[in-house]
């Protein structure tokens, strides 16, 4: 039989690697995209919700009654009264140093964090639920509060999770060799603490949700502004004892995610109980300022590191302890573990590190609780790893390119299995910095750094190299501990009698373009026109099983699940194309969107007429051959595939202000086969200007009562055009040997790479003044005290 995969390819342009213009972006950008807020059904009621002002106190008594008594209001839900109709959440890990805690809908007993909901309000408008809101009387009985990741491992400290009987929620070790050992007989040894303060996400579109009950079907519909819509039916139906087939939960627009929205909230769990006791819709939209306080946080890590090398500058040993505040609760499904663990598992970097040790703290606090964001935990790890290589490289009097080249792993130890276990497939670290170094022009940009440090101004280049794992199938989970199967994902291709495509993924689309790089690789697979295909993705109920998008994982899986289903439905046109022209379907070639036989082009049936005769019936097919033209695979990568890049920064740090400015910014990029380069191209761009906020801007801040200080963006700034540098983008491509198609996740690595080049540039412009850089946000107020502390 035909290879189907070179069938399409003789007939129409290969899309796969084609800079295909997004085909989402016409709906989106005339305003008819499809968000939650833009559903408003019959009786529509509002919610909202109370939160809680203080940051650790019992809760003594709620009063609903001046509440319930306002006209407009139908319902006030407290944490005992949904207690009665939900389970309260509980991200299970099979880790033994996991302490499993519960995380009601709204808060049973007491409040543990600033903006924790204790009661929701439905009303018949969003205003008068608000105001009903507000009437809520709560006694509190304040408590210690604890804020301090580090103070709260005292025996002293008080207790955010009594259950746990201790705020150390997660505690991790990955170990190889004797790094004590090699450490102690190193020729140098680099050694910092490093401080990388708490970020959140700042989606386009809040967090919210709409939640329908059907009581005479008994179907719950919820619709959420969620990344992983399959997660969520599935402990939804746990949670509320519901069966899954009778829960629908639609993604079909979402603002933004970059992880923050990939978690179960509260709100949807409690949105969901208030339709359903009530029989009515209900629907929730959260605003900024309940954004920055209940979306999860990030980052907020406290790295001690020390490497060691020999006189060649040779890596002998890399030791670390990572201690991370995750805050109030351990959020569902990723667990507390998600971002300290990941943080030693990915800190060893595109290095040969032969002896390590990285240990690991998750501390609980009463703040808002830590969970996935655009890199998860990676950004940190190679902010201390790359900002430890600088130091060695100064301290050898080695350039800071040299002493990577020296200490990448390199093409013939592929595989390679890092100290934390996990194994690099192939990847391009050394290609992607000489490629970075020649497009830069390194050389001359060194020499005109020192022009300009001849005359007075503070100029610096920062590298930053990195590996990130991508794709992850079923040998492993995405978050350490984590029990939920998230190793595959399912494609359904159908043809109409019409010879028209419908492409459905349980993948959810929140800005990464999935309508249109799908379609390009159905495209390829099956033989039509990208304009013959629709792409459907975000609903549980018309989807096959899949749990949704998150990790860098959607192309490759669901991309790799389109390939098999494209196939297998290619094959079967091929049958019945051969049956219809009396011909071996390995004779038949495309043909202007036809199959012929090959040396005969008249003899040709076209993809409607193949299409047509697949529903016929029997009479117009092969014997013993199904009816239909569809096909459902299920795609599992196993190990998943590593994706890798150079990023390098050139700013100037002002010697009045201690602004930072980034005058020139380059990316080399290698996430294997790309689908499209535009759509890399923007991903890579609005992972820089995540990481650039990281670097320079961007810090959530409590204060020692655990309220927060940054609850809008006059104080949370995040970066505006004016601070994003316009960015060179080079690419490399080096197939996945274990992917189909060959490809490798990307949509995290901007985010990677950007805080530790900028930091390494900033140190770099500095380095005269013996000044290094170990903590971010790089402020002008932290710069001007490292200057000032220096030049005492």
């Given at each position: ?187 140098v040894v680099v050694r910092e603490r490093f401080r990388f303060h708490r970020h959140t996400a700042i989606c386009m579109e809040n967090r919210g949700c709409l939640a329908e009950y059907a009581t005479g079907s008994g179907t719950l519909t ?471 906020g990281a670097a320079l801007l961007e810090e959530i801040v409590h204060d020692d009562h655990g309220q927060l200080l940054s609850g809008t963006l006059m104080d949370y700034v995040v970066p505006s055009a004016c601070e994003v540098p316009w ?66």
């Amino acid at each position: 039989m035909t290879d189907p995969r070179s069938v399409g390819s003789a007939a129409l342009p290969r899309l796969v690697g084609a800079r295909v213009a997004r085909r989402e972006d016409p709906r989106l950008l005339t305003g008819q995209g499809s968000y939650v807020d833009d559903h408003r059904p019959a009786r529509l009621l509002y919610a909202a919700f109370l939160r809680s002002p203080h940051a650790h106190a019992r809760i003594v008594s709620i009063d609903a009654s001046a509440a319930l008594a306002l006209s407009g209001v139908t319902a006030v839900l407290t944490g005992e009264e949904i207690a009665r109709a939900s389970k309260p959440v509980r991200a299970a890990s099979k880790t033994p140093a996991v302490k499993v805690t519960s995380f009601p809908p709204l808060a049973l007993g007491k409040v543990r964090h600033v903006g924790e909901a204790v009661a929701m309000v439905a009303a018949e408008s969003r205003y008068v639920a608000e105001d009903a809101a507000e009437r809520i009387v709560v006694e509190y009985a304040p408590l210690p509060v604890v804020t301090d990741m580090e103070g709260a491992l005292e025996a002293a400290s008080p207790l955010v999770h009594e259950e746990a009987g201790t705020n150390l929620l997660v505690a991790r070790e990955f170990a190889r060799g004797d790094v004590d050992a090699a450490l102690a007989s190193a020729a140098v040894v680099v050694r910092e603490r490093f401080r990388f303060h708490r970020h959140t996400a700042i989606c386009m579109e809040n967090r919210g949700c709409l939640a329908e009950y059907a009581t005479g079907s008994g179907t719950l519909t919820l619709r959420s502004s969620a990344q992983c819509p399959g997660i969520v039916r599935d402990v939804l139906s746990d949670l509320l004892d519901l069966p899954e087939n009778r829960i629908r939960v639609v993604a079909e627009d979402v603002g933004g995610g970059f992880g923050a929205k990939a978690s179960l909230y509260p709100e949807e769990i409690a949105t969901c109980v208030m339709a359903r006791r009530l029989g009515r819709p209900v629907k929730w939209i959260g605003d900024r300022r309940e954004d920055l306080l209940a979306t999860s946080h990030a980052w907020d890590e406290i790295i001690e590191a020390e490497l060691g090398l020999d006189r060649d500058g040779a890596i002998v040993g890399l030791r670390a302890l990572v201690t991370a505040d995750v805050g109030a609760y351990s959020i569902y499904p990723w667990t507390a573990a998600i971002e300290p663990v990941q943080t030693i598992s990915f800190l060893p970097g595109p290095y040969r590190v032969p002896t390590y040790r990285g240990r690991t703290r998750g501390v609980a606090t009463c703040k808002t609780p830590l969970g996935p964001y655009r890199g998860v935990g990676r950004p940190p790890a190679v902010f201390v790893i790359e900002g430890l290589m600088d130091r060695a490289a100064r301290r050898l009097g080695l350039d800071p390119t040299e002493i990577r080249l020296r200490n990448f792993i390199r093409d013939e130890d592929f595989p390679y299995k890092s100290p934390s276990g996990i194994v690099w497939d192939r990847s391009s670290f050394t290609g992607s910095l000489l490629r970075a170094r020649e497009a830069l022009g390194y050389d001359a940009v060194r020499a005109e750094q020192t022009q300009a440090r001849a005359a007075g101004r503070w100029l610096g280049i920062g590298v930053a190299s990195y590996v990130e794992l991508t794709g992850i199938g079923s040998a492993i989970p995405v978050s350490p501990g984590m029990p939920i199967a998230t190793g595959t994902e399912a494609a359904t291709i159908r043809f109409d009698p019409a010879g028209k495509v419908t492409a459905v993924f349980g993948v959810a689309s929140h800005g990464q373009g999935l309508e249109t790089t799908l379609a390009q690789i159905v495209a390829d697979e099956v033989g039509v026109p990208i304009e013959d295909i629709r792409v459907v993705h975000g609903d549980t109920a018309l989807s096959p099983y899949g749990t949704g998008t998150y990790a860098s994982r959607s192309l490759v899986l669901a991309g790799g699940a389109a390939i098999m289903a494209g196939r297998a439905v290619r094959e079967k046109m091929l049958v019945i194309a051969g049956h219809l022209l009396e011909a071996d379907p390995a004779d038949l070639v495309p043909a202007d969107g036809r199959l012929a036989v090959r040396g005969m082009p008249d003899r040709s049936v076209t993809v409607r007429e193949i299409a047509r005769a697949a529903y016929t019936g029997a009479k117009q097919l092969p014997k013993g051959l199904e009816p239909g033209l569809e096909a459902t695979r299920f795609y599992d990568p196993y190990y998943g595939t590593a994706s890798n890049a150079t990023h390098v920064a050139v700013v100037e740090v002002d010697r009045a202000t201690c602004q930072v400015s980034v005058l020139r910014y380059l990316v080399v990029e290698d996430c294997g086969r790309m689908v499209n380069p535009l759509i890399v191209d923007g991903q890579v761009h609005g992972g820089v200007a995540q990481g650039l906020g990281a670097a320079l801007l961007e810090e959530i801040v409590h204060d020692d009562h655990g309220q927060l200080l940054s609850g809008t963006l006059m104080d949370y700034v995040v970066p505006s055009a004016c601070e994003v540098p316009w960015m060179e983008v080079h690419h490399l491509e080096t197939p996945s040997p274990v992917t189909l198609g060959g490809f490798r996740g990307m949509g995290e690595g901007g985010t990677i790479g950007a805080p530790a080049a900028i930091a390494n540039a900033v140190a770099d412009a500095l380095a005269p003044l013996g000044v290094e850089v170990a903590e971010l946000p790089a402020t002008p107020e932290r710069i001007f005290r490292l200057v000032a502390r220096a030049t005492r």
